[in-house]
T-cell receptor, first 117, second 111 residues
Framework: DAGVIQSPRHEVTEMGQEVTLRCKPI?????LFWYRQTMMRGLELLIY????????DSGMPEDRFSAKMPNASFSTLKIQPSEPRDSAVYFC???????????????FGSGTQLSVL | DQQVKQNSPSLSVQEGRISILNCDYT??????FLWYKKYPAEGPTFLIS?????DKNEDGRFTVFLNKSAKHLSLHIVPSQPGDSAVYFC??????????FGAGTRLTVKP
């Protein structure tokens, strides 16, 4: 099992540029999550999908952020235009929904370290 | 709106002693609480969980305690080992798959 795969691992870009982060969930998982890790807020939920449908995007900070899940094996998180305050580690995670007995576990990718200069 | 709070950013303990990591929450709708462990340059991995209807769950050296009246849970690691050094995230789960995390606590176990 390859696990959740995120790309790129590192992204350095200049303010104003478009950034696209990619995620491939674990095969068979039907829920996908995007989290952002910062020192101040820890792991912050941005958006999650069930069966490719966005369920809650209330954590998306601004209209500059958008996420798509065109099929069960791929999702993107896009920031346009990017700003220095967007610098953080972005994690994608997947799970099976609903879980057995409610004992849900998320499986995380290794994250994308984004630096906006 | 931080529904899960970990007020201690760091904790340092001696190898062999007990590590106690604390977590508070505000959302009464959480059905489960989970702890995740994160090493540098890796994603968080699941460690242990507890149902909201229980007050204790144990798995080897790891025990999680839940005090619903105080909206507080804690993770005990006994005995602590240097390999336990990592960032620990507390999380609450509701609606079957909506999971909210705290800011994390960095644990350092000194040999």
């Amino acid at each position: 099992d390859a696990g959740v795969i995120q790309s790129p691992r590192h992204e350095v870009t200049e303010m104003g540029q478009e950034v696209t982060l990619r995620c491939k969930p674990i095969s068979g998982h039907n829920s996908l999550f995007w989290y952002r890790q910062t020192m101040m807020r820890g792991l912050e939920l941005l958006i999650y999908f069930n069966n490719n449908v966005p369920i809650d995007d209330s954590g998306m900070p601004e209209d500059r952020f958008s996420a798509k899940m065109p099929n069960a094996s791929f999702s993107t998180l896009k920031i346009q235009p990017s700003e220095p305050r967007d610098s953080a580690v972005y994690f994608c995670a997947s799970s099976s929904y609903p879980g057995a007995g409610g004992d849900e576990k998320l499986f995380f990718g290794s994250g994308t370290q984004l630096s906006v200069l | 709106d931080q529904q899960v709070k970990q007020n201690s950013p760091s904790l340092s303990v001696q190898e062999g002693r007990i590590s106690i990591l604390n977590c508070d929450y505000t959302n009464s709708m959480f059905d489960y609480f989970l702890w995740y462990k994160k090493y540098p340059a890796e994603g968080p991995t699941f460690l242990i969980s507890i149902s909201s209807i229980k007050d204790k769950n144990e798995d080897g050296r790891f025990t999680v305690f839940l005090n619903k009246s105080a909206k507080h849970l804690s993770l005990h690691i006994v005995p602590s080992q240097p390999g336990d050094s990592a960032v620990y995230f507390c999380a609450g789960l509701y609606n079957n798959n909506d999971m909210r995390f705290g800011a994390g606590t960095r644990l350092t176990v000194k040999p």
